[in-house]
């Protein structure tokens, strides 16, 4: 249990101190409604970047993985929806 508290201590230290972040957009362009304005789409990155940007971190929003991603603390990837509908 120990370990387990340091670790998430850890893991919460890096979020915060993380200020270089990409989020690759490489959901093939999908859109869901948004829940403020159901009338408007906006893309699935967007809650994400939401997120981050409300905390204070202003993220690199792109369709394309860097070759070199050394430059970055944190990599989201949005990997689409699947409806089984």
């Known amino acids: 249990m120990r370990l387990r508290i340091i670790l998430l201590?850890?893991?919460i230290i890096t979020l915060l101190a993380a200020q270089n972040v990409l989020i690759?957009?490489?959901d093939g362009g999908s859109e869901i409604?948004?829940?403020?304005?159901?009338w408007l789409y906006v893309g699935l990155e967007s809650?994400?970047?939401a997120a981050l940007t409300?905390?204070?971190i202003f993220p690199?929003?792109?369709?394309?993985?860097?070759?070199?991603l050394s430059e970055y603390d944190i990599i989201f990837a949005?990997?689409?929806?699947?409806?089984?509908?």
């Open 60 to 68: 690199v929003v792109d369709t394309l993985l860097a070759d070199d």
């Open 47 to 49: 809650g994400i970047k």
């Open 9 to 11: 201590f850890m893991f």
């Open 33 to 38: 409604s948004n829940p403020e304005e159901p």
């Open 78 to 85: 949005t990997a689409g929806i699947w409806c089984g509908g």
């Open 54 to 56: 409300t905390n204070g």
């Open 24 to 26: 690759w957009d490489r």
